[in-house]
């Protein structure tokens, strides 16, 4: 079937459905197409909290600049300035929305200190920030009325002359292919953690936004930049948020040490994450390590701090590791974690495709540069989803209803066909996926070369030979979820290419980027973002743009 | 470690591996739920590992067609709740060895839930109850301005954290006993969500809202059997919510209900008689003077006449009554007259 709308938004999370709550705002018909349920979606896993200079002495400035230094000057300093002066504001629409945000002892809302942070100002609701917030906003689009396409999948985005005018979706519970067409859609369909193995991302974080906008022809900026979250759970990979160690908790060695003193000795464990998993990568690789771990404790925190501030990952390490923090330290690595790269977007999320804007992960505007601080991921959803939606919703005023998109409807169904009828060769998405995901972790990981990275270039094209061959293991139409991960694969594969080519190509070591070849940071000749467009015959084109310096030159960072 | 994994299937374009079995029927109150076709499945994994990790398991290197809803692994995102041995649980946060019964560990959609394949299940009624409740804030004017919050104490935050930490997987409602014998019930979660607004400082509606609640299907409805409390895996324990609701809804007057008269009804007896008189509770319950009410607990009336288990007609006092109404003195409140 076909349904039109004025605005599309793919995927609803934070930044989905905050993008669709402000089209919708804006007088637009705006849908939400989502492969899970809404609060399924991975905003629930954000623990910590959320960025603002709210409180009395703090400024924006001063969140900008830590924000700037965090990215290790990496982020264009016109769009951290805008996000971090609309920060305030944001996060207090969303306490009057009904946040149930931590209080001071006066009522206001309370923080507590984060990493990369030179003054406490992450807001938080318990270790559960994120899913306080998916919820009220769902409750919110609930009540605004928001259409859902619930349990779609999107295979393709539908072009009209060089203009982006919808999706195909695959509906789970039907099997049946839609095209979904809209006057601009917005692509906030999230991370990609399972190209990495471990992550601490969901299984749902399969990259479909960035490998869908590629397709499309807008360009990856800065896909070399993935952070390593210092503290994941030995063996599942879990995340166990960064406020433990806002809270006051300890990084140690086997010796019992607080390493973090030889590597950020003001700071200590609340420097950046690519800082902290750096040290923890050498400490683990100098043999300092509990079988290929470090400690987290958080024990002289005390039972009540524990069981009141951090009970989600009391829980988790309880639960999946047997180990009661309020007794004994748990072994933690780092593991994948985020994505700093992503859809090339201006700051009203705006692509280099008409009619197509990205926001939230899947988007790079750029704030987060070469490392995004802790609680900052949050706070971009809300401002850049708010943007991307009130942009959309101008932008489709004066646009035509399109009305072609029936010959791309035909294709992907003749395309998804060729793939359910594919025969059984041996190979399975699970074991090239798998098989992705560690090499990737390899060799595109913390330390990073050339021969390593070669060397994956070279095993991606393998895999892509193998993926040629994966068959469906299931040939029905209800719920038919092996061909969406074998579709999801596709993706993943694509958006590898993309890691690895931007890490080849910069030559230096800069925030999550460290080249044990090219260990200093140089601005003279990297201080710029590399994009990638793709080209369907041959390699991606490669670009760069300059990075926007406003007020902070580049400086020595240390922590 | 090697696990015995009985899956429940059910696929509506009715495929199955020949090794499943015959279709099982449910018994009562979920008879009209589609029959199952159990398959077996044996699986190597840790002995930590959960009810979660071998489904992916079999999913991922046994048999494609299995389907099951996952994402976060870590009990966060709500996809995975299912039946496992019979009650409702999230599959990863169930320990195979601690649910491993006579050898093997049975997983199924709940019968209570309309299914779509396997351990895939329908939502609607859990979504359509959840929006019934009206669950947003209803903002209480003034709103402060853009860069100002709502002054409140923390203690009344932290109040409602407890339904906020819900991650509507839906193992209370498949397994209310309420909502199996009564579609109309809003339902464990629901209500606790109702409870988070009704009880937040920042809502301007706390009065239409409890009133809302009072009626047919809401907060009355729940018959304290405890299931949502001990299948929640999130510590929400629903029915403490609703408890708390009846306390405000009581207070703001809403006593013209069933519930309340129950309840009265019930207190009333006790403190006059140190016992339940059981002939007079339900007659009070109704309403002296909801005539159609009453004539239509007469059938249950007759029937418990037949199964002789109607109450003597003269109700005795206990002993030492006296000593019962101090009680009710001391404790004080709306039960003491």
């Known amino acids: 079937m076909i349904f039109d709308h004025d605005v599309l938004v793919i995927g609803a999370g934070l930044a989905g459905m905050r993008s669709a709550l402000e089209a919708a705002r804006n007088g637009a018909d705006v849908a939400i197409l989502s492969k899970v349920h809404p609060v399924r979606s991975h905003s629930n896993a954000a623990q910590g909290g959320i960025n603002a200079a709210l409180g009395e002495g703090d400024s924006w400035e001063s969140h900008a600049f830590d924000t700037v230094k965090g990215s290790d000057y990496l982020a264009d300093q016109d769009a951290v300035e805008l996000m971090c002066e609309e920060a305030p504001a944001d996060v207090i629409e969303f306490e009057h929305m009904g946040v149930v945000f931590y209080r001071d002892d006066e009522g206001k809302l309370g923080t507590r200190a984060f990493g990369g942070a030179s003054q406490a100002r992450t807001y938080f609701v318990g270790d559960i920030t994120g899913q306080a917030l998916l919820m009220t906003l769902y409750d919110q689009i609930l009540k605004a009325g928001v259409k859902v396409y619930e349990e779609w999948f999107a295979t393709s985005l539908y072009t009209e002359d060089g203009a982006c005018r919808g999706a195909v979706g695959l509906e789970s519970i039907t099997g049946e292919l839609h095209l979904l067409r809209a006057k601009a859609v917005v692509d906030a369909a999230g991370g990609c953690g399972r190209l990495y193995e471990p992550s601490t991302n969901a299984l749902i974080c399969t990259g479909d936004g960035y490998a869908l906008a590629y397709r499309a022809g807008a360009p990856l900026m800065d896909m070399e930049m993935v952070q390593y979250h210092p503290t994941t759970l030995a063996g599942s990979g879990f995340l166990m948020t960064e406020a433990a160690r806002g809270e006051g908790a300890y990084l140690l060695n086997a010796n019992g040490d607080r390493f973090m003193k030889a590597y950020a000795p003001n700071k200590m464990e609340l420097a950046s994450r690519d800082v902290v998993s750096r040290a923890e990568a050498t400490e683990i690789a100098q043999g300092r390590g509990v079988d290929g771990n470090v400690l987290l404790d958080v024990r002289h925190l005390g039972r009540d701090v524990i069981l009141k501030k951090l009970p989600q990952i009391h829980e988790v390490a309880l639960d999946y590791i047997g180990i009661d923090m309020i007794k004994e330290p748990v072994p933690v690595r780092p593991g994948m974690h985020y994505m700093m790269g992503g859809v090339k977007t201006d700051v009203q999320g705006a692509t280099s495709v008409p009619g197509l804007y990205a926001a939230g992960e899947v988007a790079c505007v750029s704030v987060h540069g070469g490392n995004r601080l802790g609680a900052n991921s949050l706070l971009d959803t809300i401002v850049f989803g708010r943007r991307s939606g009130k942009a959309a919703a101008a932008y489709v005023r004066s646009i035509e209803r399109a009305r072609g998109g029936s010959a791309l409807l035909r294709s992907e169904q003749e395309r998804l066909g060729a793939l359910l009828a594919r025969p059984y060769k041996g ?35 393998t895999l892509r030979r193998r993926y040629e061959e994966v068959a469906v293991g299931d040939k029905g139409r209800v719920f038919n979820q092996a061909l969406q991960f074998v579709l999801e694969l596709g993706y993943l594969l694509d958006i590898g290419e993309t890691v690895i080519r931007s890490a080849l190509l910069r030559k230096e070591s800069r925030g999550a980027q460290s080249r044990t070849d090219y260990p200093e940071r140089n601005d003279a000749e990297w201080l710029k973002h590399i994009l990638l467009t793709r080209d369907s015959s041959r390699e991606p084109r490669v670009s760069y743009l300059p990075v926007t310096i406003t007020r902070w030159k580049p400086e020595v960072r240390t922590y | 470690m090697q696990f015995t994994i009985e899956v429940g299937r059910y696929n509506p374009e009715g495929t199955y591996a020949p090794s499943a079995s015959a279709p099982q029927e449910f018994p009562v109150p979920w008879d009209k739920a589609p029959p199952r076709r159990y398959q077996t499945y044996t699986v190597d994994l840790p002995e930590h590992a959960v009810v979660l990790d071998a489904l992916i398991e079999i999913r991922e290197y046994q048999d494609e067609s299995l389907a099951v809803r996952c994402a976060c692994r870590s009990a966060i995102c709500g996809s995975c709740a299912m039946w496992i041995n019979g009650h409702a649980h999230l599959a990863c946060k169930s320990k195979l060895q601690a649910f491993t019964k006579d050898g093997k560990t049975r997983v199924e959609s709940p019968p209570s839930m309309p299914v779509i394949r396997d351990l895939v299940w329908g939502m609607e009624p859990f979504w359509k109850k959840h929006h019934a409740v009206t669950p947003w804030l209803e903002p209480k004017q003034p709103v402060p301005g853009p860069r100002e919050e709502y002054r409140v104490a923390n203690a009344a935050m932290d109040n409602l954290v407890q339904e906020v930490s819900c991650i509507n997987c839906g193992c209370c409602l498949m397994d209310c006993e309420s909502f199996a014998i009564n579609d109309n019930f809003l339902g464990p979660h629901a209500l606790a969500k109702a409870y988070r607004y009704a009880a937040d400082p920042r809502d301007a509606t706390e009065k239409q809202r409890l009133g809302s609640y009072s009626g047919n299907g809401g907060i009355w409805d729940c018959t ?114």
Not at chain 2, 250 to 276: I, K, M, P, Q, Y
Not at chain 2, 284 to 300: A, D, E, R
């Open chain 1, 427 to 461: 190979e399975t998405h699970a074991k090239v996926r798998l098989d992705l995901a560690t090499m990737m972790d390899k060799y595109v990981g913390v330390y990073r070369d050339e021969a390593g990275l070669q060397t994956a270039l070279d095993e991606l094209k």
């Open chain 2, 224 to 337: 304290h059997c405890y299931e949502c409390v001990q299948q929640c895996p999130k510590g929400v324990a629903p029915l403490e919510q609703i408890l708390k609701l009846r306390k405000m809804a009581v207070d703001a007057g809403f006593t013209n209900n069933a519930g309340t008269r129950h309840a009265d009804a019930f207190a009333e007896s006790v403190r006059e008689s140190g016992r339940l008189n059981e002939l007079t509770l339900m007659p009070k319950s109704t309403g002296f003077f909801n005539i159609v009410g009453q004539l239509q607990t007469l059938p249950s009336a007759i029937n418990m006449l037949r199964a002789g288990k109607l109450p003597p007609i003269v109700h005795h006092k206990i002993p030492g009554v006296q000593r019962i109404k101090t009680i009710f003195q001391r404790i004080g409140g709306r039960f003491k007259k």
